[in-house]
């Protein structure tokens, strides 16, 4: 909660941006900015903060990260592949150390091991590349994820006791100002 005379802005709790509003927000204040003004231009430095970030991400880290993630993550598949092929190595040596035919089982195991991480495999190879698609994301639907974004952000679970003293960063917003809850 606020301090006396202290009003909280909801946007200096964003992720990732929360510091940086927060010094604005300081900023704006010595310079004389009234509260909602300084929370508008916030959420707007914000939301265009927050649309560059998604934008670049979805056109440059995504698709550079789905083809330089392919070697090595089939790597791992290959290695995972060795690690669960070794009981049935071990199961298969054993019982031809006492001059008998491993069981059927051992067979089926190790075939179905193998086409399980042959198949992932297949899967990450085809799969991952794909991630070169977001760049041909709109700007609309990014800010439709933004603004899903914003009301994820909003939301905020509340243990089975709190229930009462639970707040959205927006509900604590309005009641600085002393405006009506919203929920009624």
Same mark, same amino acid.
């Given at each position: 909660m606020a301090a006396s005379g202290e009003v909280l802005n909801p946007v200096s709790d964003v992720p990732?941006?929360?510091?940086?509003?927060?010094?604005?927000?300081?900023?704006?204040?010595?310079?004389?900015?009234? $509260?909602?003004?300084?929370?508008?231009?916030?959420?707007?430095?914000?939301?265009?903060? /927050?649309?560059? *970030?998604?934008?670049?991400?979805?056109?440059?880290?995504?698709p550079w990260a789905g083809n330089a993630l392919v070697r090595p993550v089939t790597m791992l598949t290959?290695?995972? *592949?060795? *690690?669960? *092929?070794?009981?049935?190595?071990?199961?298969?040596?054993?019982?031809?150390?006492?001059?008998?035919?491993?069981?059927?089982?051992?067979?089926?195991?190790?075939? #179905?091991? $193998? #086409?399980?991480?042959?198949? #992932?495999?297949?899967?990450?190879?085809?799969? $991952?590349?794909?991630?070169?698609?977001?760049?041909?994301?709109?700007?609309?639907?990014?800010?439709?994820?933004?603004?899903?974004?914003? $009301?994820?952000?909003?939301?905020?679970?509340?243990? /089975?006791?709190? #229930?009462?003293?639970?707040?959205?960063?927006?509900?604590?917003?309005? /009641?600085?100002?002393?405006?009506?809850?919203?929920?009624?």
């Amino acid at each position: 909660m606020a301090a006396s005379g202290e009003v909280l802005n909801p946007v200096s709790d964003v992720p990732v941006f929360g510091d940086l509003i927060g010094l604005v927000d300081t900023a704006a204040t010595q310079i004389g900015f009234s $509260l909602p003004f300084r929370a508008f231009g916030e959420l707007i430095i914000v939301g265009v903060l /927050a649309f560059v *970030l998604l934008r670049l991400v979805t056109a440059r880290l995504l698709p550079w990260a789905g083809n330089a993630l392919v070697r090595p993550v089939t790597m791992l598949t290959q290695a995972l *592949l060795v *690690l669960l *092929l070794l009981p049935d190595l071990g199961v298969a040596r054993l019982t031809r150390h006492f001059g008998r035919k491993p069981p059927e089982a051992v067979y089926g195991y190790g075939a #179905a091991v $193998l #086409a399980v991480v042959e198949s #992932a495999e297949e899967l990450i190879r085809r799969g $991952l590349p794909k991630l070169g698609l977001t760049r041909a994301l709109r700007p609309w639907a990014l800010i439709v994820l933004l603004v899903a974004g914003f $009301l994820l952000w909003n939301q905020q679970d509340c243990a /089975a006791g709190a #229930a009462p003293t639970c707040a959205s960063p927006v509900e604590v917003w309005l /009641a600085s100002f002393g405006a009506p809850d919203p929920k009624g």
